[in-house]
């Protein structure tokens, strides 16, 4: 440090002199010698910049933004303002949706050594939001009662005093000691800084931002929250174990981004070691053909409590959507698969106004099981035919959706995949495990696609263990 200041003799710059110059300035200034080491840090720095200190290097981290000016012979001084502070401060908050991560950036951001936020928590309890000695962010929870304990922290929380200085901080998890300067942030919430607070008006219009991105971050976390609960049911459950036989799927939702589409899938074990499964397509794709997706995930769940027979599934399917008011029709696959006790697989199938599903047979050989039946939820009258198979050991059952065989090549939109490169991926397989099985079939369909856009996409494989 000597040797700075003996190159600030040497070059003429009397960092006394500037100090009482900077000092009133309305700008945040931060002096530089050659080296990068900050020599002078006036008062309004100390706020802007609080994690400057004098005989440090500036580090390259946004803390050191503003302008720069050349004071001659490699030594630099930083200026910055009020409101390019504020402005900034604000740019980086409001880029932010998520709660946590706002709250975070707040503390972070905001204009003093150290910063706590005091916001109400759940079952009427406070959250505590400060930096730790490492330099991250954490949280504490307390009772409310706790606020009461710093005398003035509760008018502020109210909203009763537009700040307070706290000169006893009480039994908070504060982090901190000495004087802390406390304002509102949003309802029942405080800004509560230490050090380096030398205008209270600043810390005011910095709560006035920060309560913004706040508040926003928390409507959409809460509205993601509720986006999350009706997702869940809305998505596939994972695959069950079901003795004698090796589950896999693929789902590919046509809209990426919410992660559910009309295609849905489900395997119900029976106690008898039996299963029921079942894919379906609901017309359209996105949140409309979801819901009712799901809708008819949870009448099959029901129906199957009183009914175990494909065909006679359906048509009572068939009459629970009409009575319901559906105005989506649905294609599906439904079925029952019991374990044989000398190896391998039967299995009962119905549809309705699916696609076929194929069965991979152990010598390579791909056949289309032949179930016929017309589509459900619209009509009064539809037929559905019944029709059983039987899997060897290391055989596989495939079910899918028409996203599979209508996937147009991403060199010729009009060109689609078809059910002949389906079969013959498919025979492709022959030896492969369920999963691998899944995979590969996904991998082909996707080097059709390239990045095309695509409909749900969805394929359930059954094989029997060998």
């Not at 849905?264 to 819901?291: C, I, K, T, W």
């Amino acid at each position: 440090m000597a040797q700075g200041y003996r190159q600030g003799a040497d070059t003429g710059l009397d960092l006394d002199a500037w100090r009482r110059v900077v000092d009133g300035f309305h700008e945040a200034v931060v002096v530089l010698d050659p080296e990068g080491v900050v020599r002078l840090v006036n008062p309004l720095a100390s706020a802007l910049f609080p994690q400057v200190r004098t005989g440090s290097v500036l580090a390259d981290d946004g803390t050191g933004r503003g302008r720069r000016h050349d004071l001659g012979d490699g030594w630099v001084a930083l200026y910055r303002g009020v409101d390019d502070f504020l402005d900034d401060a604000a740019r980086r908050l409001v880029s932010l949706t998520d709660r946590a991560a706002t709250l975070r950036a707040v503390v972070e951001l905001a204009p003093a050594e150290h910063t706590v936020l005091v916001l109400p928590g759940l079952r009427n309890r406070l959250e505590w939001w400060r930096r730790t000695p490492a330099g991250d962010v954490a949280v504490a929870r307390t009772t409310r009662q706790v606020a009461g304990t710093a005398p003035g922290l509760t008018a502020v929380l109210e909203r009763l005093v537009e700040h307070a200085e706290l000169t006893e901080l009480g039994e908070g998890p504060w982090g901190a000691s000495g004087v802390g300067v406390a304002v509102p942030l949003t309802e029942g919430a405080a800004l509560v800084c230490f050090g380096g607070t030398w205008q209270v008006d600043l810390l005011k219009r910095y709560a006035a931002r920060a309560a913004a991105a706040v508040e926003a971050s928390t409507r959409f976390s809460e509205q993601q929250q509720t986006v999350e609960a009706l997702r869940a049911d809305l998505l596939p459950v994972p695959l069950p174990e079901v003795p004698g036989v090796h589950l896999a799927c693929v789902y590919e939702p046509a809209h990426r981004r919410v992660l559910v589409g009309g295609d849905f899938y489900d395997v119900h074990p029976r106690e008898d070691g039996s299963a029921a499964f079942v894919l379906g397509d609901v017309a359209g794709n996105g949140l409309e053909a979801a819901v009712h997706s799901s809708r008819v995930r949870r009448s099959l769940h029901t129906l199957l409590v009183v009914e175990q027979r494909p065909a006679q599934l359906l048509y009572l399917l068939n009459a629970a959507l009409r009575a319901a008011g559906s105005r989506l029709f649905t294609t599906l696959v439904v079925g029952t698969v019991m374990p044989v006790q000398t190896g391998g697989l039967r299995l009962t199938l119905a549809a309705g106004g699916h696609p076929a599903p194929l069965v991979l047979r152990a010598d390579g050989r791909v056949d289309e099981i032949a179930v016929h039946g017309g589509i459900v939820g619209v009509l009064p009258e539809v037929r559905f035919n019944q029709t059983s198979v039987a899997l060897a050991p290391g055989e596989t059952l495939l079910l899918y959706s028409d996203g599979l065989t209508e996937a147009r090549q991403h060199d010729d939109r009009q060109e689609l995949f078809g059910d002949v490169r389906l079969k013959a991926a498919l025979a492709d397989c022959a030896g492969l495990s369920a999963e691998a099985v899944s995979d590969h079939l996904r991998r082909v369909v996707f080097d059709w696609l390239g990045q095309g856009e695509h409909d749900d996409l969805t394929l359930l494989v059954l094989q029997a263990a060998s």
